[in-house]
């Protein structure tokens, strides 16, 4: 059985959710829309609700929004469940509109985080808000995951608070804030909340649900994977790894070293996994970059036996053995330590992103404050994957797929319809799969949904297909997508589960394609096929981004879907054309993406039409240089594209990116003091530079651009020929001024892309 459908070679197979016995209050069946009002609670014969979950988006009963996945979950366990969306947080009162809940309230800041929703990447505030009815910005409060915490507590001191969703994922250790420029404490300190679940919380919230209503204290609730909390000290039992242990050269505790290629670990367990030409140069390189010594300079500090330090198989003839990994805790450097050491935050999250595989992750401790006032923010490891059987309960649930009836008349809606933007986005589109194994730096995906893809039945993918025909307004016969974080990862995963539960790569696809990565795209194939024969269905379109260098991987794939399956334009990220920073962002080279135009190309004219790729690209990424943003514009000249949506990068919590941003230190390599510095780009002009190169075509950058080839000893591209980047002439405009475009230029179409499964906020027009 494949790894995306079986979680058996995890450490301890989870309970599956359909396993429960259902808590009472499942006689009252089932809710056309979880209810937002007294009234509506009273004309479901509720006297209260079991849970409340208050978000800060507007409520979608659609799978695509956190709040109806979860709020529909907990209904199918027989839990009655409320919804406050957006509340007015300038006091306790709306916080009180359905009443106290019998067992928790569960808070999240909705499906972006709260700060990178209100404001741009030049920490200007946004006036628009795609989350909320009529686009209207300003209905949710910064860092909102912290007040709605404080609100609710406030209304009911004595209901237990479980936070959620991907702001508390992407904080739930100490982490470096963009929009204050300090690294702030974890939100579980700051929010006071009870639990915090990171990742997709399916499993974890339905556990905790059944055993608060079984009337256990939310306090004795230490044992859920895929949580945080905060306790005073490490109980006995557990032995404390200190994290610059895991440097050590050499160690006992060789074989669950989280710096171990993917072949070291196979080997170890009598399997091959051959390491590629590319991937062993670069092993290579860090290791000749590697100093001798210990890692930050610092003394080598022995596992701490918390408790009795003989306890049976941990000590014998002299030699310490491996202690249990079910028992075992890595203590991070505390949150004074990284606040104040941007080496150790690089550290830090260099160690928390290696423990994020299911199949050996250990838990992570981080002391807040000090002396009497000291407390440890403990993390258990990552959730067990979904079953496919379990991601079919998921969206099959009863969803009206549609917003709450109570935005028809205050959104600006006509003819019934309600104009919330992001499900507008996403009305006629279907996700197929959860999780992203690319490992992209920049990217929030392997914070919260992980590396190990869960993907739905090809029946149930159907069967919404049949539902959004048969129920959804307005339907006109073209699914908008079937795709998730990625377009092009259904049902791939590593061939052997045995490796892939040991593998501590950030990536299975950079440097280049992991030998043991199954990229066999049949199951896609035959999926749009059948989808496209659904009576009714006019048209099937793939709008999530596209991994090309899987694509590349299966012809026959890219064959279907540029004869099939693109609307004049497929988007595609290469983010980047130079080496530099495409390593920082673990993205693969041009070259990928050269084979994959030369397919599209190849295969649209086949089919005998003119379709165009869309690429994007990042700005003032970390470990980029002016020459090269200046030859990224080069790149684009030559091959006659103007990009109308550039997007700069935008540090948002806890990223790999973001860590190098902070500390200059890069995390994918082994941390000391003696790192090489990684270029960032920092402060107005030089970010608004990065940005101009994308925008080269525009004349209002022009006098920027000019100054600053002078300045790189590049005025040879400052002139009036082709050959030239920009004109040695400036028009006179009113400061609106829009280049007139070439002929047989690629003009990225205009309009909004929304982001959402990194916790990016739409691409827009600039």
């Not at 109570?406 to 309600?418: I, L, N, V």
């Not at 919404?464 to 307004?473: C, G, H, L, Q, S």
């Not at 890069?666 to 941390?671: F, H, K």
Request: charged content about 25%.
């Amino acid at each position: 059985m494949n790894a995306y459908t079986d979680v058996s070679f995890f450490p301890r197979n989870a309970k599956p959710l359909n396993s429960y016995r259902k808590y009472w209050a499942a006689r009252f069946g089932t809710a056309p829309f979880l209810p937002m009002s007294r009234d509506e609670m009273q004309q479901l014969g509720w006297d209260s609700c079991d849970i409340i979950i208050v978000t800060g988006d507007a409520y979608v009963d659609h799978p695509s929004f956190g709040m109806a996945v979860i709020g529909r979950m907990l209904e199918n366990q027989g839990f009655r469940v409320g919804i406050i969306a957006q509340p007015d947080w300038q006091s306790a009162d709306p916080f009180k509109v359905l009443g106290k809940p019998n067992l928790f309230f569960g808070v999240t800041a909705g499906n972006m985080d709260s700060m990178i929703n209100r404001y741009t990447a030049d920490r200007k505030i946004r006036s628009d808000d795609a989350y909320t009815a009529g686009d209207i910005g300003g209905k949710r409060p910064d860092r909102a995951a912290l007040v709605y915490s404080q609100r609710c507590k406030e209304a009911y001191s004595d209901v237990p608070i479980i936070l959620g969703g991907i702001e508390g994922s992407l904080r739930r250790i100490a982490h470096y804030d963009y929009w204050s420029d300090k690294v702030r404490r974890s939100i579980v300190v700051d929010s006071k909340c009870d639990l915090l679940l990171y990742g997709n919380a399916e499993r974890a919230i339905v556990e905790i649900a059944h055993r608060l209503a079984n009337k256990e204290p939310v306090q004795n609730i230490t044992d859920v994977r895929g949580t945080a909390f905060v306790r005073r000290q490490t109980p006995e039992g557990w032995f404390e790894i200190d994290s610059s242990n895991i440097d050590e050269p050499g160690r006992v505790e060789a074989h669950v070293n989280p710096y171990l290629m993917v072949s070291e670990v196979a080997k170890q367990q009598g399997q091959s996994c051959a390491r590629e030409d590319e991937a062993q140069a670069v092993a290579d390189a860090a290791n000749q970059q590697q100093v001798a010594g210990r890692l930050l300079d610092q003394k080598p500090q022995p596992i701490k036996f918390v408790d009795n330090p003989n306890l049976p198989g941990l000590q014998g003839k002299g030699k310490l053995k491996v202690p249990p990994r079910e028992k075992s805790v890595i203590r991070l450097p505390s949150y004074e330590q990284v606040k104040s050491d941007p080496v150790l935050y690089a550290h830090a999250n260099r160690v928390l992103h290696l423990e994020t595989n299911p199949g050996n992750a250990r838990c992570l401790v981080q002391a807040h404050g000090e002396g009497t006032t000291a407390r440890d923010v403990w993390v258990n490891p990552p959730p067990i994957p979904l079953t496919t059987a379990e991601m079919d309960l998921v969206f099959d649930l009863p969803y009206a797929r549609i917003p709450h009836p109570t935005y028809a008349d205050a959104s600006g809606g006509h003819d019934g319809e309600t104009k919330i933007p992001a499900w507008e986005m996403i009305r006629f589109s279907v996700n197929i799969m959860r999780g992203c194994f690319g490992g992209c730096t920049f990217c929030s995906i392997t914070e919260h949904e992980g590396r190990i893809i869960q993907s739905r039945s090809e029946d149930s993918v159907i069967r919404e297909i049949e539902d959004i025909r048969d129920k959804v307004p307005g339907f006109t016969g073209v699914i908008s997508d079937l795709g998730g974080p990625t377009a092009n990862m259904y049902r791939i995963g590593c061939k052997s589960p045995e490796i892939e539960s040991a593998c501590r790569k950030p990536s299975c696809v950079y440097p280049g394609i992991c030998q043991n990565l199954n990229t066999d795209h049949s199951s896609l194939i035959h999926m749009y096929r059948r989808a496209r024969e659904l009576k009714g269905v006019k048209k099937i379109l793939i709008g999530s981004g596209l991994r090309y260098d899987l694509a590349v991987q299966s012809p026959e794939y890219v064959k279907e879907l540029v004869t099939h399956h693109v609307g004049g334009y497929l988007k595609i990220a290469p983010e980047h054309t130079e080496g530099g920073p495409l390593s920082m962002m673990m993205k693969p080279g041009i070259g990928s993406y050269d084979k994959f135009k030369q397919m599209f190309d190849k295969y649209s004219a086949e089919a005998g039409k003119k379709q165009f790729l869309v690429p994007y690209f990042i700005a003032a990424h970390p470990g980029t240089s002016d020459n090269d943003m200046m030859n990224l514009a080069l790149w684009l000249k030559r091959n006659g594209f103007r990009a109308d949506q550039v997007q700069t990068f935008y540090p948002s919590p806890m990223a790999t990116a973001t860590a190098m941003y902070h500390s200059g230190k890069n995390p994918l390599a082994r941390v000391t003091r003696q790192s090489h510095s990684v270029d960032i780009v920092r402060g107005e002009k030089r970010r608004r530079l990065h940005k101009a190169f994308l925008r080269y075509h525009d004349a209002n950058n022009w006098p920027l651009l000019r100054e600053a080839l002078k300045a790189m000893g590049r005025a040879d591209l400052i002139g009036n020929g082709k050959q030239h980047l920009i004109p040695t002439f400036q028009p006179v405009t009113d400061g609106n001024y829009t280049s007139a475009r070439r002929k047989n230029s690629t003009v990225v179409p205009r309009g909004r892309v929304l982001t959402q499964h990194t916790g990016l906020p739409p691409r827009k027009k600039k």
